[in-house]
Nanobody, 129 residues
Framework: QVQLVESGGGLVQAGGSLRLSCAAS????????MGWFRQAPGKGREFVAA????????YYADSVKGRFTISRDNAKNTMYLQMNSLKPEDTAVYYC??????????????????????WGQGTHVTVSS
C-alpha cells in the first residue's frame, strides 16, 4: 500500500500564496499519475490538477488554470501544488491522490476520482477576504 500525507495548508488572505506538499511512501511514484482534489463545505470533491507521469503535460481545472502549478520531485517522492492569487472560493480541504496501476492515459481521464486508488487525509486551506 501507498501512503500519502498532505501538508502546507493554512490561513491566507485573498491574493496570497500557499504551497501544498504530498509526501508518498511505500512506493516510488514517478511513473504513476498523481493529482490534487479539493472539497469545499457543502460541495462534492472537485478536481484541481494532475500530472499523469514524469514529463507528461499537467492538467488543470479551469477554475485554477493560470494560478496553480502542480509539480513533482521524484528524488523526494513528493508532489506539490503551488497556489497563487488565492481566492475565497479556493477555501476547501485539499487531497492528494495517486494511481495504484499505471494507465498512461492522457487528458481528462486524470481529472476523475476513479482514476486514483490512494488518497491522503487532506489539508485545510482557508482564504479570507
Amino acid at each position: 500500500q501507498v501512503q500519502l500525507v498532505e501538508s502546507g495548508g493554512g490561513l491566507v488572505q485573498a491574493g496570497g500564496s500557499l504551497r501544498l506538499s504530498c509526501a508518498a511512501s511505500g512506493r516510488t511514484l514517478s511513473n504513476y499519475a498523481m493529482g490534487w482534489f479539493r472539497q469545499a463545505p457543502g460541495k462534492g470533491r472537485e478536481f484541481v490538477a494532475a500530472v499523469p507521469w514524469t514529463g507528461a503535460n499537467p492538467y488543470y481545472a479551469d477554475s485554477v488554470k493560470g494560478r496553480f502549478t502542480i509539480s513533482r520531485d521524484n528524488a523526494k517522492n513528493t508532489m506539490y501544488l503551488q497556489m497563487n492569487s488565492l481566492k475565497p472560493e479556493d477555501t476547501a480541504v485539499y487531497y492528494c491522490a495517486a494511481e495504484a496501476r499505471r494507465t498512461y492515459q492522457r487528458g481528462s481521464y486524470y481529472s476523475t476520482a476513479a482514476a486514483y486508488e490512494y488518497w491522503g487525509q487532506g489539508t485545510h486551506v482557508t482564504v479570507s477576504s
